[in-house]
């Protein structure tokens, strides 16, 4: 049998997420202390050094603390953020007082106290959470920052709490329309739970319908819906957006920023560089490491620049459709140009202009 670790460490990128685990965690260990006096929560949020070097300080009285009917202690030392790649968790003081938070834990006595450490974000880098990863009960939950794959997997775990299904199609929809945020998703979920009734399957439909589109640029339901070729959904969709007093121009935006990046996911699967697979475009490091040095001066993320991108979002984005061809793409792009101009001349007839646009586009795809 494995010794008993001395204490539990939950970490992530996302804080959200952590907490949540870490609550979880923290109600099982105190269901089995009966004294509410020997269950303690330690803010350990910190904006600066002097913060942190209280926080360790409050942490280290809080475990040399002997219960005061001689029971068993509950602490969670909670929302560490000073181990972060940050300026506060670079600072050479800071890295001294994790060195002597790190003996804190070593001396523990599990028999005496269930230390649970929550933190996030983290630079797993460094020394502290390699030594954690040996010597605790370790959790890293939702992978690294912008893991499409983890951010699924929040939605499917919350649908299987409430009772929900969701198609392929409306969880790729539900991700488009609100990007990373963990919190809203899980709202999202509950939402669209109870409005299609308990075992019914969530459909790219009631996404649509239902959930407003929060995330950046990219992620209008106009360029989802048209870059899947669905005729009437994109209609649909442009008649919700003017519905609502939208604009045609971020519109156009989102349908060029999609358009620039399926341009050159798709120069890149002509030349042979990559290819799209089961788990996106395979062979992209490569194609990254021969191709990306050419980009001179788009460093930052840019839909001018494909390797700025999120490779599990290209993946997505490529393999959501048939990927249209070069000539195509092209023609769409000179088709945006164009909207843009007649929207200038018939500023009081923007969803007419669009409708006409995406009516020539798919009905020529």
């Known amino acids: 049998m494995a010794a008993e670790k001395n204490f539990t460490f939950i970490c992530g990128s996302d804080d959200f ?14 269901a089995d202390v009966a004294d509410e006096f020997s269950r303690e929560i330690i803010n350990g949020f910190a904006g600066n050094v002097g913060e942190v070097e209280a926080a360790v300080n409050r942490f280290r009285e809080s ?16 929302d560490l953020n000073f181990l972060a790649d940050t300026v506060t968790g670079r600072a050479e003081s800071t890295l001294k007082l994790v060195e002597d938070l790190q003996q804190l834990l070593a001396a523990l006595n599990p028999a005496e106290s269930a230390v ?3 933190a996030a974000p983290i630079d797993r880098r460094r020394s502290f959470p390699k030594w954690c990863e040996k010597n605790a009960d370790f959790t890293l939950v939702g992978g690294d920052d912008g893991d499409g794959s983890a951010l699924e997997g929040v939605i499917l775990a919350e ?8 198609s392929p199609d409306a969880m790729r929809l539900l991700l488009a329309k609100v990007g990373a945020n963990t919190r809203l998703l899980v709202e999202e979920v509950h939402k669209l739970a109870t409005y299609v009734g308990e075992g019914e399957r969530i459909e790219d439909k009631h996404v649509a319908e239902l959930t407003p589109n929060v995330a950046e640029g990219d ?17 649909a969709a442009l008649q919700r957006h003017f519905f609502a007093g939208g604009d045609a121009r971020p519109v156009i935006s989102a349908l060029q920023n999609r358009n620039r990046i399926l341009l050159q996911v798709r120069a890149l699967v002509d030349a042979g560089d990559v290819r799209i697979g089961q788990r996106g475009l395979e062979g992209f490091p490569k194609a990254q490491a021969a191709h990306a040095a050419k980009f001179i001066g788009v460093t930052e993320k840019s839909s001018y620049n494909v390797f700025t991108q999120n490779p599990w979002y290209l993946g997505k984005l490529a393999g959501s459709a048939k990927l249209p061809s070069l000539r195509r793409l092209i023609d769409n792009q000179q088709e945006f140009i164009g909207a843009f101009e007649e929207i200038i001349r018939r500023p009081h007839e ?8 995406t009516v020539r586009c798919l009905a020529a795809a």
Do not use: N
Not at 219 to 235: I, K, P, R, V
Not at 350 to 357: F, K, N, P, T
């Open 159 to 166: 649908a299987k709490l409430v009772g929900a299904t969701f």
């Open 17 to 30: 997420l952590v907490g949540r685990l870490g609550q979880q965690r923290f109600d099982a260990l105190a």
């Open 63 to 78: 475990v040399q603390t002997v219960s005061m009917f001689g029971g068993k202690r509950v602490v969670w030392f909670k």
């Open 116 to 118: 649970l450490v929550t």
């Open 350 to 357: 923007q969803e007419e202009v669009l409708r006409e646009m």
């Open 219 to 235: 992620f209008f339901e106009a360029a989802e819906s048209f870059f899947s070729g669905d005729l009437q959904w994109t209609l």
